[in-house]
């Protein structure tokens, strides 16, 4: 881990006015308590995506920055945790479908 190249794409973020957590940068999880987490569980799901949709492109701009700049940074972990959370938006959706139609996909009568 390279802690001066982390400190300039934190300083970066700031700049930019950008909320993702840089802890998977360091090998450590989003902590759950964090705004861009709890961001996504919101129980209205167009907020909640839009969240995400927000985080992965504040970590592809930090990335694109940290390349440009020349940083050796892996963002794998990042990109990981951050798609992680989008994912759970959509699963979140496809169970609350389940129990709004029924199941057999009659109409009743």
């Known amino acids: 881990m390279d802690v001066?190249?982390?400190g300039a794409v934190s300083e970066?973020?700031?700049?930019m006015g950008?909320?993702?957590?840089?802890?998977?940068?360091?090998?450590e999880p989003l902590p759950k308590d964090h705004s861009t987490v709890t961001a996504t569980l919101n129980p209205d799901s167009?907020?909640?995506r839009q969240a995400a949709q927000r985080n992965l492109a504040e970590v592809a701009t930090l990335h694109e920055f940290s390349r440009a700049a020349g940083l050796r940074i892996d963002f794998d972990l990042?990109?990981?945790e951050y798609a992680q959370l989008a994912d759970a938006i959509v699963e979140r959706e496809r169970q609350r479908g389940r129990y709004a139609t029924p199941?057999?996909?009659s109409r009743g009568g």
């Open 103 to 105: 199941a057999n996909g």
């Open 12 to 15: 970066a973020a700031k700049r």
């Open 78 to 80: 990042m990109y990981s």
């Open 4 to 6: 001066k190249s982390i």
């Open 46 to 48: 167009a907020i909640a």
């Open 18 to 27: 950008f909320h993702v957590s840089l802890s998977p940068l360091t090998g």
